[in-house]
Each structure stands twice: as C-alpha cells, then as structure tokens.
C-alpha cells in the first residue's frame, strides 16, 4: 500500500496570509490566555497549513502570518479575519495575500514541513 | 546517549522577519531563476530557521517572511536585506521584526516543525 502525503509534495503553490495592525495588548502568556479559544477555532480553519502569531509591545503592533493550500482559503479567511478585527474595534488592518514561490523557499527551507 | 533537538523544544522565543515592497517582477519561475544564488546565500544566515519568499504579480508587491531564532539575528539580518534592497533600487520597503506567541502558534500548528 502506497500512502501519499500531499503536503510534502508541494506540487501546488501555497499561500501566505499577512495580516498587522497596532495593538495596545494584550501580548506574551495574556494574550496566550485571551486567544486560546480563538487559536483552536483558527486551527481548524479550511486549508489552513499553519498560523504563527506575531507581537511587538515596544511598537505597539501585533498581527499573523499563515499558509494555507489553496488562494480562495486564503482571500476567504483574510475577508473573515478582517471583518472581526475589524468589530473589536482594531483600525488599520494591514493584510496581505502572497504566492509563496515554491523554488526560493525549498532552498531556504520554507517547505520543508509545509 | 541523550540527543537534544533545541528546534522542536521552542524553550526560547523564535523572531519573524515581516519584509515587502513593491515591485515589478521577476515572478514565478523568473524569480526563482534571477534569485536562487541569493537564496543559497540567506540560507546560510545567522539564526536562520527559514525564510517563505511571497510574490504577487497583480498587486505589483513582493517580499518574504522569516522564522530567526534570536532577536539580534532578526534585526541584524532585517537591517542587511533593507540596504541590499534599496541599493538595487528598491523603494517603499516595509519592515517588521515580531515575537513569536509560542502558546498560541502551538495551537495553530505554526511551531510543529520550527
């Protein structure tokens, strides 16, 4: 039997989300603690591939970067994120769609667990 | 004998580097080809766990996004990729360095392999 793993073979292009804004906090484990729920709803996100959660409190700015598998997954969610930054009252939303160039990024070990 | 892989611990905070700027091309497989001797080179970079190089023709935009294990090695290597970007001409570079949420990127499956 022959099992394929989709996800090691890269054979379609990712897509990064970049999402920022500025933020008063909460940041570090009160953030953890203020967004865990949050975090597992977005794991289970459609084509989420993996979020990383970014924070500066020295500049007041927090956001996330994501891979997801597919464009529309990613337009989707980055539409769906805004909107409720959007109704906490977070102005300034910075987000971003990308096409991850498959090429550079094997060389500079991006995919290597993608 | 006890081997210790520090990369799947995360004991210590990991460091984005957020970069992009506008830009004209190349793309695509184009990009790959003009930059692969580059890429060869920041893969060799101080604290370097990897670097996602992002693109989008429509939007005239291009840039990427890096996982560094230190914060001097983050801001380091940010300040180095602005000069080498703006003396090939590039302008309107934008630049984030941010923490890592550990607990929360755990969560979303951002530290799996980081």
Redesign the interface.
């Given at each position: 039997m022959t099992i394929t793993h989709t996800h090691e073979r890269h054979t379609e292009p990712l897509w990064?989300v970049?999402v920022?804004f500025p933020s008063g906090g909460p940041?570090?484990?009160e953030?953890?603690e203020a967004?865990?729920e949050l975090?597992?709803s977005?794991?289970g996100e459609s084509g989420?591939?993996?979020?990383?959660?970014?924070?500066?409190p020295e500049?007041g700015?927090?956001?996330g970067?994501y891979?997801f598998s597919t464009r529309e997954d990613a337009q989707a969610y980055l539409d769906k994120h805004t909107a409720r930054l959007s109704s906490w009252g977070t102005e300034d939303i910075r987000g971003?769609?990308?096409?991850?160039?498959?090429?550079?990024?094997r060389?500079?070990?991006?995919?290597?667990?993608a």
């Open positions: 990064l970049q920022d940041f570090g484990e953030m953890a967004y865990s975090a597992h977005i794991a989420l591939v993996w979020k990383l959660w970014t924070e500066n500049a700015e927090a956001g970067v891979l971003r769609v990308f096409r991850v160039n498959p090429a550079l990024s060389i500079t070990r991006g995919l290597d667990h």
